[in-house]
């Protein structure tokens, strides 16, 4: 599966963007999708994530995304998607969307280096 990530933009601060992760190759579905981001300097750190269809379909979000983002799927444009609500500055960085860790979800599952395919960056820039 390719995958190809876009909806980033420049947003003022309590904005919203919508992210979206399209899938070619292969259905979505079946892979365990996540969003990560990366400012430079830094290592890229987990946002959200949604587990394959197989595995539940369960969401998991990082303790700062809780309440404001949300990851979907839709399976008719075999796309996942990060709706973004109240943004904040520090949520400037280069996201990415990545897919295929490890069927098993553990705290590995929260490390970038476990997902082994990955779409191109999108910027998010928030304004103060």
């Known amino acids: 599966v390719q995958l190809q990530a876009s909806g980033g933009g420049l947003v003022q601060a309590r904005g919203s963007l919508r992210l979206s992760c399209v899938a070619s190759g292969r259905t979505i579905k079946d892979y365990t999708v996540g969003w990560f981001r990366q400012v430079p300097g830094k290592e890229r750190e987990f946002v959200a994530a949604i587990r394959r269809s197989g595995s539940g379909g369960t969401t998991h979000y990082t303790d700062p995304a809780k309440g404001r983002f949300t990851i979907s799927i839709d399976n008719a444009k075999n796309t996942v998607y990060l709706q973004m609500n109240s943004l904040k500055p520090d949520d400037t960085a280069l996201h990415y969307c990545?897919?295929?860790?490890?069927?098993?979800?553990?705290?590995?599952?929260?490390?970038?280096?476990?997902?082994?395919?990955w779409g191109q960056g999108t910027l998010v820039t928030v304004s103060s």
């Open positions: 990545a897919a295929d860790p490890p069927p098993a979800w553990c705290s590995g599952s929260y490390y970038y280096p476990m997902y082994e395919i």
